[in-house]
């Protein structure tokens, strides 16, 4: 499945609160074509996880576009699949249950739901705690079950916010290999939402920079490196240079 | 060796309640005691013996009055169940009326029940619906209370992530909202069941013809205190399996609840 571009103009969002108004976001411009990953990576609080709340179709901005394959998202959940920061596991559905959910609540028949996600448990490095409930998995395998619910999604695109932010380095490390090998499997695309910049090089194709709040997109950065990519690239001089690159931008969107 | 699961079940569930059980005993040995050295007359404290006896003496009249109240309670739970879901799901969706509603029920459970059921036999009659209506009176309210709180708390977030897959308003209840507030009304309805049994017993002390509570009136009058007593050990009892019951149907309706830690993965 190839999936739709995703397509971001102009998009400004304030929210009221009792303590006065806070502007989110300040005309954030993006556009990821199609089949692609693309990361935003921006400081804690600068709106990155508004953009994807808005894209999911969960709030509605003040102003701006916002489309995935051509069609408006503002106000329309259903057109993403969208993944939280934590991992929203239902509690009283059995692992395979929670990776069903979407299908369900999309009106796919219950036998092929099943069929589909048994196959993705072993990818997924979950093969045999299809029966487990989300309280007996350690929170390695909650996130990957969260991760198998959204690309189950019958959705072209995926939004994946902070997916591995509660995780530990090691752990980390290994999800980021883990994640580029599914996704090499069937090449949706994806806008990932993250603060580390590694995480956001060694999976993207491309890597936008946001400033603090109010947040507005300040660099657009191509990651040229060939896929599959291998762990110890991180440490080649090309990854540390693009590193250094990404970090001053990052540094100057902060100080300006 | 390890014993087989069920033996090694048996014995914990022994492990669990044996302290309970054992304190019991003592008590009962110790108001024995106590009956005999004291030489107390049986119509102001009868001993457990004497209250043994008493039981095999009139061990055929009880299935009737236990039946009845057993009943009474049943029903009067179903009823606060029923009701009690509905009106917690109004109030869950309506703020208005649970802002108006919360007050006047904190306000209603402040009236006694013993002034409330002659009111309500002049209503109903000596059958058993007043009874009924009196368990559903009293335990409506735990289970109003606990069910508003979990369909209102349910997590935001999960609500938020049921609706980027494109659910309405049906599938977010069902999928997210009930499964959330399931244990929250048991903890309601548990509350409910251990009252429901006196609820029925006080429904009966204003008028009834059969029933537990009929029971206990008739024999304080004869002065026949071993009998009284008999009544409550039978309440007592009742109480328990009925608490028991909602504690299995718990169980069966929110097994998530009940997983044991010792079976974590890691």
Known sequence: MTGGGIDVHGLRHTFSGAAGDVQALDGVDLAVPGGTFATVVGPSGCGKSTLLRILAGLLIPGAGEATIDGETVIGAPGRSAYMPQKDLLLPWRRALANATLGAEVAGISHAEARQRARALFEPFGLAGFEKAWPSQLSGGMRQRLALLRTFLLPAGALLLDEPFGALDAITRREMHRWLQDVWLADRRTVLLITHDVEEALFLSDTVSVMSPRPGKMVAHVPVPFARPREGSIVTSPDFVALKAKLLAALDAAGTG | ?266
């Open chain 2, 1 to 266: 060796m390890k014993p087989p699961p069920l033996v090694r079940q048996s014995l914990g569930v022994a492990g669990r309640y044996l302290p309970a059980i054992v304190l019991l005993a003592l008590l009962v040995a110790g108001w024995e005691a106590w009956i005999r050295v004291f030489d107390t007359k049986p119509y102001v404290l009868p001993a457990p013996s004497r209250i043994w006896r008493a039981f095999l003496e009139i061990r055929g009249t009880l299935p009737g009055h236990l039946r009845t109240t057993s009943t009474e309670a049943v029903y009067g739970l179903a009823w606060a169940a029923v009701v009690g879901v509905a009106l917690a799901a109004i109030m869950a969706t309506v703020p208005l009326v649970r802002r108006v509603l919360y007050p006047l029920l904190v306000v209603s459970q402040t009236i006694p029940m013993v002034v409330l059921a002659p009111i309500l036999i002049v209503g109903f009659g000596f059958g058993m619906t007043p009874k009924i209506v009196v368990v559903a009176l009293v335990g409506f309210f735990p289970i109003v209370v606990s069910t508003v709180e979990g369909l209102t708390g349910a997590d935001r977030e999960m609500v938020d992530l049921v609706r980027s897959m494109g659910a309405n308003r049906l599938q977010v209840l069902r999928h997210v909202l009930i499964p959330w507030a399931t244990p929250a009304f048991f903890s309601g309805l548990r509350i409910a069941a251990a009252y429901s049994v006196v609820g029925a017993v006080i429904g009966e002390w204003m008028g009834a013809s059969s029933g537990l509570g009929i029971f206990i009136t008739r024999s304080q009058t004869a002065f026949r205190t071993d009998r009284v007593f008999v009544g409550i050990v039978l309440i007592a009892l009742m109480s328990i399996v009925l608490f028991a019951a909602v504690e299995v149907l718990a169980r069966l309706a929110s097994p998530w609840m009940y997983v044991t830690k010792t079976e974590e993965h890691q």
